[in-house]
């Protein structure tokens, strides 16, 4: 299980590889990465974060996972700083015997991620800078995990 929270990019194929490499006590592993999404006039994401804070807060949040789910292993990267269009800005690896766990996993980890996870975002265009507000699609996301 591992967190990181960085500013340098990844290479997503690079990471899934490491994080697959001799692993035979597993049946799937799942993937998602985040990519800066441009839609229309982005020159850049900036993404801001309290170091200590946002790697217990996702932590805390990765424990749940394997908690509810049978995983192996799981990966959460997310980036910070300026990030233009494009990039990937965070991604989400979990490894289970069994695809269900493994699927069921990585979109709860998304989807706290994208809510709970503790970063600060504003998207910078030629016409000025802005915060990015929480969405009330992704709140409602969450429901389905509600016990």
Do not use: C
Not at 41 to 63: D, F, K, N, S, V
């Amino acid at each position: 299980m591992a967190v990181r929270v960085e500013a340098a990019a990844f290479d997503p194929g690079a990471e899934l590889s490491a994080f697959a490499r001799g692993r035979t006590d597993i049946g799937a592993i799942v993937t998602f990465t985040g990519i800066v999404r441009d839609d229309g006039g982005l020159r850049r994401l900036e993404i801001e974060h309290y170091p200590g804070m946002t790697e217990r807060a996702i932590a805390a949040i990765e424990a749940e996972a394997v908690a509810r789910w049978n995983l192996h292993d799981s990966l959460v990267i997310h980036r910070f700083g300026a990030l233009a269009p494009g990039a990937p800005i965070m991604m989400v690896a979990t490894a289970a015997p069994h695809r269900g766990d493994a699927f069921a996993a990585a979109e709860f980890l998304m989807d706290y991620l994208k809510s709970r996870a503790p970063f600060w975002k504003r998207e910078v265009t030629g016409s000025g800078a802005a915060w990015v507000a929480a969405k009330e699609a992704d709140e409602d996301a969450l429901g389905r995990w509600q016990d």
